[in-house]
C-alpha cells in the first residue's frame, strides 16, 4: 500500500506517475507561510515577555519566563524547519502537539462566559485551523526523515 500522496495514477488510467506542479508550489506557499508565521511568534514571545509573563501567571503559571523561552524556542525550530523543507512531518507534529497545548491551557472558552467567552472560543477556532494545515502539510511530507523533492498528487 503506498503512503496517501505520494503518487497518482492520470485520469486516463494509463498507469503513468504524473507530478502536480501547481499543488507542489501551493504547498510550498503554505510551508513557507506556516513557517514564518511560527517564527514571527517566537520572535515577538521573546520581545514581549513582560506581557506573556502576565498572560502566563494569569494562567496559573508560578515560574511563566522558562516556559515562554521553550514555546518561542518550539515555535522558532518547527517553524524553521518548514521554511527550511527539512523534517517538515517531524515540525508539524511537534508544532501540532505545542498547539494544541496551548489551545487546552490558554483558550478555555469552555470555564468563561459573554464575550470572553466568545474572544477564546475564536482563538481556539483559529487554532484548529493552524492545526488542520499543518495535518495537511504534514500528511504530504513524504517520510519521517528529510524532505521529499518531488510531490504527486491525486
Known amino acids: 500500500m503506498r503512503e496517501a500522496g505520494t503518487v497518482s495514477r492520470e485520469a486516463s488510467g494509463s498507469g503513468v506517475l504524473r ?5 507542489a508550489g501551493m504547498l510550498t506557499v503554505a510551508r513557507l507561510a506556516f513557517g514564518v508565521f511560527f517564527v514571527g511568534s517566537a520572535v515577538l514571545k521573546l520581545g514581549a515577555t513582560g506581557t506573556m509573563e502576565q498572560m502566563l501567571g494569569a494562567a496559573g503559571f508560578v515560574e511563566p519566563l522558562p516556559w515562554i523561552w521553550f514555546a518561542a524556542a518550539c515555535q522558532f525550530l518547527g517553524g524553521l524547519a518548514l521554511i527550511a523543507n527539512r523534517l517538515v512531518r517531524w515540525a508539524s507534529v511537534g508544532l501540532i502537539a ?7 491551557i490558554l483558550h478555555g472558552f469552555w470555564i468563561l462566559d459573554g464575550e470572553a467567552a466568545s474572544i477564546q472560543f475564536q482563538l481556539f477556532s483559529k487554532n484548529l485551523g493552524i492545526i488542520a494545515g499543518l495535518l495537511a502539510i504534514g ?3 513524504g517520510t519521517w526523515g528529510m524532505s521529499r523533492k518531488e510531490v504527486y498528487y491525486a
Open 19 to 23: 507530478q502536480d506542479p501547481v499543488g
Open 139 to 141: 500528511g504530504v511530507a
Open 98 to 104: 505545542y498547539v494544541a497545548v496551548v489551545n487546552g
